[in-house]
């Protein structure tokens, strides 16, 4: 019984971070996902998270088609999730989290562009980060204000969901 609602919870966590991605779509590289995926890293142990990114991202490319940036993401968020995972112990404010969401939202595009250098070469790979920076100082502006304003609420809220179910501590 446990194990299916571990399951559960993975899968209508990868529901909601995904519904809160298309919901913000329409505003380009202004998304909560980062917000989300920050406050499970910090809550939930690291293989349920990485499972829910993986689930995310597999979600994601059955709504928009799969592509380069999908295998970007199967490798770019478990670097983020892996990063709070080791800091956990050192994030106690806001201010922590929106300086690391703000500079993970700048390098997005940097580690994005990893397929791009991979699949099309050294020159497309520049003119990738190259093309993306405005959308990068975007995206890690708004992971930086959003983070402020989102982080200690969702947190409370992940806190109580997991002191209500101690299956979300239980390991696969």
């Not at 992971?143 to 696969?172: H, S």
Request: aromatic share 16%; glycine share 6%.
């Amino acid at each position: 019984m446990k194990s299916i609602r571990s399951i559960s919870f993975v899968a209508i966590y990868s529901a909601i971070i995904f519904g809160a991605q298309v919901a913000l779509a329409s505003i380009p590289n202004v998304e909560i996902v980062t917000v989300l995926f920050f406050v499970i890293a910090m809550a939930l142990p690291l293989r349920k998270t990485l499972l829910v990114s993986l689930c995310f991202t597999f979600i994601e490319g059955l709504y928009w088609g799969f592509s380069d940036w999908t295998i970007a993401y199967m490798y770019t968020w478990p670097i983020f999730i892996i990063t709070i995972t080791l800091l956990k112990d050192r994030i106690k404010g806001p201010l922590l989290p929106a300086l690391i969401s703000g500079i993970f939202g700048l390098a997005f595009g940097t580690f994005c562009s990893l397929t791009v250098f991979f699949t099309l070469g050294f020159q497309a790979g520049i003119s990738y980060i190259v093309a993306g920076l405005m959308f990068d100082l975007i995206h890690g502006a708004s992971n930086f204000i959003l983070m402020l304003i989102l982080y200690q609420p969702l947190q409370r809220v992940i806190l109580l969901v997991k002191k209500e179910g101690e299956y979300l501590n239980e390991e696969w």
